[in-house]
């Protein structure tokens, strides 16, 4: 069956440091993978996408990157800050039209 | 530019009553999906459209239909509400399939 996995657990940083989270699919060929970020009691807003063929997608203190052979992106977020602190959620098209998120991964950024 | 608009925002039903939900975007997307997010399921796709007039079933379609007979709307419609429908429900709409806009969600318990 089709499965999204991210971070299990919450995670928590110190403020300034780097946040690493996991995304890892099964049983998808996606053409590309999508990271939002949801607040709560907000619905998910869009980050990044990055494509199959792309290995790394930078914006501002976020970073991408995508290993379509381990079936996996990471997620990181440079120089934390308290703001950071929300679920974020990976996505993948398949199929053409419908994506599929993940269940999320809660991140707190501790001042 | 309103983006994403969903009604209601919150709203009790009684087991087997019916209801609809609307969701309206201003930014002329041909894509529009709903999905509902339960805790620890994460975001579930239940109905999408690709464009006016048509409508597909998401991975969760059951007890629930839907319209698109205008562009810019897309209706969720609960015909008999049941106690596992309890749900956070939200709407998004796409241009091109690569990037999602959500609407703030709407709150449904069934009693």
């Known amino acids: 069956s089709q499965k999204i996995e991210q971070n299990s657990e919450a995670l928590n940083i110190q403020e300034g440091k780097t946040a690493t989270l996991t995304c890892n699919y099964t049983?998808?060929?996606?053409?590309?993978l999508q990271w939002y970020r949801q607040d709560p009691g907000r619905g998910p807003v869009f980050l990044l996408l990055?494509?199959?063929?792309?290995k790394e997608k930078r914006k501002e203190r976020l970073k991408v990157t995508f290993d379509t052979t381990l079936k996996q992106s990471l997620f990181h977020i440079t120089a934390s800050q308290p703001a950071d602190s929300a679920t974020y959620l990976c996505?993948?098209?398949?199929?053409?039209?419908?994506?599929?998120f993940g269940t999320g991964t809660s991140l707190t950024v501790i001042p | 530019n309103a983006g994403v608009t969903q009604t209601p925002k919150f709203r009790v039903l009684k087991t087997g009553q019916s209801m609809t939900l609307l969701c309206a975007q201003d930014?002329?997307?041909?894509?529009m999906y709903w999905y509902r997010q339960d805790p620890g399921m994460g975001l579930r796709l239940i109905h999408y459209?690709?464009?006016?007039?048509?409508?597909a079933k998401g991975e969760v379609p059951d007890g629930y239909n839907v319209s698109r007979l205008k562009k810019q709307n897309f209706l969720l419609g609960l015909e008999s509400a049941a106690p596992s429908q309890t749900s956070v429900y939200f709407c998004?709409?796409?241009?091109?399939?690569?990037?999602?806009?959500f609407g703030s969600g709407t709150q449904l318990s069934v009693l």
């Open positions: 049983n998808y060929s996606p053409a590309y």
């Open positions: 998004a709409s796409s241009p091109a399939v690569e990037k999602l806009f």
């Open positions: 990055i494509r199959e063929n792309e």
């Open positions: 930014m002329n997307h041909e894509y």
């Open positions: 996505a993948l098209e398949d199929t053409g039209n419908q994506f599929y």
């Open positions: 459209s690709v464009g006016e007039g048509t409508t």
